[in-house]
């Protein structure tokens, strides 16, 4: 069995017994663990409250290519994916480390520039970069890990029950439909089109957002990275739960449709890279949030008893409609 | 100017000064921060005490090879790597987040083999794997990161004194011999050979003796990573001093001579990855630090005032002698 036939998910389930099976209970760092591997972020009390790290790579070639993003752009991307994770766990980042794998013949100014993108989003979010590691690579890539702080509880994939409602923070598909436009390298592009490559490159983590909803007293949350569907499933795998999502109500950007027709829906649903907050709450704490939020909160369907560890697309006129792709998945696609 | 041009170190204090110049220095990471960019770990204050991150990456082709290592001993070798840069600041490893890239054509097997390793080590060092990420990428790298606390002060490298000795814990050159007996694929090797290559392939790092020189109030460490000459030098710049190694006194292993002759003292002296520790220190606490250690500790030399950032060696007949190649830097061989 290879990794191209046993799928990202799958391996990782794998790698998390073997951790499981050689673990030392009595340890201190065993003892005092809050979360391990399988949400966004690991979580451990400390006397400052519950501490939290997270780690996300971008690898030239898989997750991006030089050909349509800039080096400032991507230093901004590397780390925003980590901070986003930390907004989905409702803490704050605090501290950062950057692993960078580079081939000797890339140009030094290139570097200064992708650190120009990371320390302007660094600087905004309160984040210090304060250590990391340079080694030469054949590709590009950048693995950063980001340690945070929770004031208060932290919020999980695991804590979804049935009668919430499932929300989400902005709008969906702009990230995988400016991929698109990058794509077709195509320069002369509306003002739509623009915000939606804007979208895909320098993606802004919901930081913000975060402590909103554990201001709130919601408890279950992730961000969309790998893509609605596939992110909502988690939470149901991990909650024991079903869920049922009324697709008409998952909020598009309206030069979605204009600029895609018919593929904007599955852009949506499945296309990923959002960093938007996806996460279950009681109907009535959705008015509070949404009064608090800057930015648009959308209830898009309900947490159900029925179907543990699905979810169930509900179409026009009530007809359930499958999607060909929920979302991304390493090495199940190779 | 490239990467291949201006080389690691250089490169690293360049990214230093951009991060330096987008600091918030009101941020509540920025006040807590002890120590960033530029030593073995970066240290914060926390209620904890002092806490600490380091991160280190093995890449294939260019840290290793899999023609040479096994799946197991090379999850051991990445985290030994994280742990050693914990010792050497004389904390405690509490937990480790791991980052994979790897081809979809690994068998799955592999990778759980890869794991055994690492978590054998985790266990016998009270480090708790708690998350990470997988990713497909073109070739193999594992990146970890490590958090850590210090029960008491730290060791910096900042904190070189003239009139002070200089010691390294174990012997040094070991690794470098065994990873020249792997290169020459010499099956048949004597008892002192294969702990050569065991030495390179699996370092054990000296997470106890960091805590006993922290215990006995040494100050300034760091681990040998790089190579004994090139890591003292980084001792001596960021100290602010000079040092004078008298060669006849660095410890070698007697396979060394035995096996490389003329060769072994540069392997000792260069060779990096040795995973010892190297502390400064008065003369009076060496027999004190050597009472306790499990393991040789040996005075190699002196810190002076003259010379700052400079590593004199001296040989035979008192004569100061050159080294072709000090220790590893990324880029520059390139």
């Known amino acids: 069995m290879t990794l191209a036939t046993v799928g990202e998910f799958n391996l990782?389930?794998?790698?998390?017994?073997?951790?499981?099976?050689?673990?030392?209970?009595?340890?201190?760092s065993w003892r005092n663990l809050i979360l391990g591997i399988g949400d966004d972020a690991a979580v451990w009390q400390s006397e400052n409250g519950p501490t939290m790290a997270t780690t996300d790579c971008?690898?030239?070639?898989?997750?991006?290519?030089?050909d349509t993003t800039s080096w400032y752009d991507l230093g901004w991307k590397a780390l925003a994916v980590n901070l986003s994770d930390i907004a989905a766990m409702g803490g704050r980042p605090r501290y950062a480390l950057v692993t960078l794998g580079l081939p000797g013949k890339i140009a030094t100014s290139d570097i200064i520039q992708l650190y120009n993108g990371m320390t302007e989003l660094a600087g905004r979010s309160k984040t210090a970069i304060v250590g990391g590691n340079v080694s030469a690579a054949p590709v590009v890539f950048?693995?950063?890990?980001?340690?945070?702080?929770?004031?208060?509880?932290?919020?999980?994939?695991?804590?979804?029950?049935?009668?919430?409602?499932?929300?989400?923070?902005?709008?969906?598909?702009?990230?995988?439909?400016?991929?698109?436009?990058?794509?077709?390298?195509?320069?002369?592009l509306n003002e739509g089109g623009k915000a939606l490559r804007e979208a895909h490159l320098k993606p802004f983590p919901r930081l913000e957002m975060g402590t909103i909803l554990v201001a709130e007293g919601v408890h279950c949350a992730t961000d969309i990275s790998d893509g609605l569907v596939l992110d909502l499933e988690h939470i149901?795998?991990?909650?024991?739960?079903?869920?049922?999502?009324?697709?008409?109500?998952?909020?598009?950007?309206?030069?979605?449709?204009?600029?895609?027709?018919?593929?904007?829906?599955?852009?949506?649903?499945?296309?990923?890279?959002?960093?938007?907050?996806?996460?279950?709450?009681?109907?009535?704490?959705?008015?509070?949030?949404?009064?608090?939020?800057?930015?648009?909160?959308?209830i898009i369907g309900r947490i159900t008893a029925e179907n543990p560890g699905n979810v169930i697309l509900i179409g026009p006129g009530g007809k359930n409609i499958t999607l060909n792709d929920k979302g991304w998945q390493h090495f199940a696609r190779a």
Chains 1, 2 share one sequence.
């Open 12 to 28: 990782i389930d794998q790698l998390a017994e073997v951790v499981q099976k050689n673990h030392q209970p009595s340890a201190i």
């Open 58 to 66: 971008l690898i030239e070639g898989i997750h991006f290519t030089l």
């Open 236 to 298: 149901c795998q991990q909650s024991g739960v079903g869920a049922e999502i009324e697709v008409s109500q998952v909020p598009q950007p309206p030069e979605l449709s204009t600029l895609f027709g018919a593929e904007a829906l599955p852009l949506a649903l499945g296309g990923g890279e959002d960093y938007e907050l996806l996460f279950t709450a009681p109907v009535t704490t959705i008015a509070m949030i949404a009064a608090r939020a800057p930015c648009p909160v959308t």
């Open 142 to 188: 950048i693995s950063i890990t980001v340690i945070g702080q929770a004031d208060n509880h932290i919020l999980t994939r695991r804590a979804a029950h049935p009668g919430e409602v499932v929300a989400v923070t902005g709008s969906l598909g702009r990230s995988a439909g400016g991929l698109r436009l990058l794509q077709t390298h195509c320069d002369e």
